[in-house]
Every structure is written in C-alpha cells, then in structure tokens.
C-alpha cells in the first residue's frame, strides 16, 4: 500500500457521460498530480494541485477538471466521455514541489468507455 | 520542451542475466531523473533517483548514473530475476514542472 488511495478501481460509463475519480493522497502530501496512462500515449501529467490550489496544467482537455478540496483529497470529473478517453487514471502526491522530490502513486482508476 | 526518450521493448532476458534499459533526455538546465518501475495490475513505484550530475541512484541491485554530457540516466542490473519482469519508466522533473516521463519499456525475464 503506496498511501495513496484511488476510488473506484475500475469503471465502466457509456459515451456522452460523466464520472468523478477521486484520489486521497499520502498523510502529510499537500501535491497532487492527476496523470492519464494509456497504450498509444503513455503517461501523460494532467493537472497538479498544491493545498488547495491549481499550480499546473498539462495535456488536460477542456472536458476535464480537477479540484482539491480542504482536506487535501482531489476529485478529477470527466465529461462528455469519448471512447479515447479509455485509459488508466493514476493520481500522484508528493510533500513538497521541489525538482527533487518523487512522487507517490495509487493503484490507478481503470475507465472503459463503451 | 523537456522530453525523455526510453528504448523502444520488449527486453527479453533469461534469469542472472545483464541488464540495461536506455534512456537519454532533453532539458534545459538540470534536470532531477528518476526511474519507476510498474508491476502488473499496480501503480509506479520510485525504483532510484539522482539529483545532479554523476550522481548514482541505486535501489534494489538497481542503478543509474546522471551523465550530463550524454544526458543519459541507463538503468543497469548485473543479475535479474523473474520477480524483475515489469514495465520501467525513466522520467525528469525541473523545478516549476511535473514529472515527464518516458513511453516505457517492458521487460520479461524467464527462469
């Protein structure tokens, strides 16, 4: 158990829907960091959040947001879900920002959109 | 932009045998480098890490050297094991960025 938690592990929603990935990050991290993994484009960073507030933006579609709430936990919606949205979702944290600093992973959110 | 660049898998090794992935950058200044491994089923984990150059990071029998004038990081094992078979990810991070990572490579090892 990384200390990084995911819900839910899997997914399955139709096109044209909406769905909500939530990520509880490791006690004491105040980043997180919302990646999509899929075949054709690997790893690909999202958004980052530090204590409450947007720090980063990456290869994120309008479709998406993030937030992170008071508590430090992040929720990622998707929206208007297309079958190329299908891939793993891993949420990261990391206790400070800085270059030198790794991140922690969850276990990932599986969304099949069918 | 910063990029990282993996070699392109599967690597496919019997067991006790050498092992090096690959894997060079492109930054501007100096970047930390790290490399992940990934499990089946599971998240990355943090396998190394070096934060300046001619730094090792080692972990597991892994290792890696930061090499500034080939800004290469290749991840070495001198004997791996069945257990080892996993996908890699060799990433870089600057101050101000997230983590980029590189496509991966999957290695098998068979006993």
């Known amino acids: 158990d990384s200390g990084v938690t995911q819900t839910p592990k899997h997914l399955i929603t139709a096109t044209g829907q909406r769905v909500t990935l939530r990520c509880s990050p490791r006690s004491g991290d105040l980043s997180v960091y919302w990646y999509q993994q899929s075949l054709d484009q690997g790893l690909q960073f999202l958004i980052q959040y530090y204590n409450g507030e947007e720090r980063a933006k990456g290869n994120i579609l309008e479709r998406f947001s993030a937030q992170q709430f008071p508590d430090l936990h992040s929720e990622l919606n998707l929206s208007s879900l297309e079958l190329g949205d299908s891939a793993l979702y891993f949420c990261?944290?990391?206790?400070?920002?800085?270059?030198?600093?790794?991140?922690?992973f969850g276990s990932g959110t599986r969304l099949t959109v069918v | 932009g910063n990029s990282v660049t993996q070699m392109e898998g599967p690597v496919t090794l019997s067991e006790e045998a050498f092992l090096t992935i690959n894997c060079t950058y492109t930054?501007?200044?100096?970047?930390?480098l790290f490399w992940y491994v990934q499990y089946p089923g599971e998240g990355l984990q943090l396998l190394l890490k070096?934060?300046?150059?001619?730094d090792k990071g080692s972990n597991k029998g892994f290792e890696a050297t930061y090499r500034k004038e080939t800004t290469s990081f290749h991840l070495e094992k001198g004997s791996v094991q069945v257990s080892d078979s996993a996908v890699y990810f060799c990433a870089l991070k600057q101050a101000g960025t997230a983590l980029i990572f590189g496509k991966g490579t999957t290695l098998s090892v068979s006993s």
């Open positions: 930054a501007t200044g100096y970047p930390s």
């Open positions: 990261a944290s990391s206790v400070e920002q800085g270059p030198d600093y790794g991140y922690t």
């Open positions: 070096a934060t300046k150059a001619d």
